[in-house]
């Protein structure tokens, strides 16, 4: 399923309450770093995964601190678009959208908020075998060096957004049930590195 057309138009989000818009914007990084470090990626969906993080992380800096300008939610909105070139190529996602849908249908959790949580936790566990893939994200956030669950992480802070599940209403005794429901989604079988159900159980417990 492909759009015909898209609209970018930053007028049209600035009645958008701000924890929507962006944690909305911290899942289009979800997609674009995911992509990034995919198993089957491609030299197209990376260059566009890039530029989208580029676009992202200063377009949320800049929406957060100037709510009133249109300039950086057009980043934000140009970088969200840039971000699905891979989800429409065939690109798989990883762990941090496998778990976060488990998240959503199970506890209730926004679906923006699961990223701001999951993707620096699933980043630091599948760093042992992506550590090139993750640099080139530490690149493109502008801080090469960092790793780059930090770098997430510390976007996730300065926006004031949640950075643990229990920040979201999600409850400890609810963390087995999760992990079983992630284990029935199609992206965790293509997480870089494997996963069982003990291990999901183990990132929640992180998370947490």
């Known amino acids: 399923m492909m759009a015909t057309a898209v609209v970018l138009d930053p007028a049209v989000t600035m009645r958008t309450p701000e924890w929507l818009f962006l944690s909305t914007g911290i899942r289009a990084v979800d997609h674009a770093v995911e992509d990034i470090c995919s198993v ?45 070139v891979g989800s429409q190529s065939g690109v798989e996602k990883g762990a941090s959208h496998g778990i976060g849908h488990a998240l959503g249908g199970t506890a209730g959790m926004p679906h923006g908020y699961t990223s701001c949580v999951m993707l620096p936790v699933v980043l630091r566990y599948n760093q042992p075998v992506n550590a090139a893939q993750q640099a080139m994200v530490s690149e493109a956030l502008g801080q090469p060096g960092t790793p780059a669950a930090d770098l997430v992480a510390g976007l996730v802070a300065e926006l004031g957004l949640p950075g643990r599940l229990r920040d979201c209403g999600v409850k400890r005794e609810q963390l087995d049930m999760i992990a079983e429901a992630a284990m029935h989604d199609r992206w965790i079988p293509t997480n870089p590195r494997p996963l069982d159900l003990a291990g999901v159980r183990a990132l929640l417990e992180e998370a947490w």
């Open 40 to 84: 089957t990626g491609n030299v197209f969906s990376e260059g566009a995964s890039m530029q989208a993080l580029r676009l992202l992380s200063r377009g949320l800096l800049g929406a957060k601190a100037r709510p009133e300008d249109p300039a950086p939610r057009l980043d934000c909105l140009t970088g969200a678009w840039m971000s699905m």
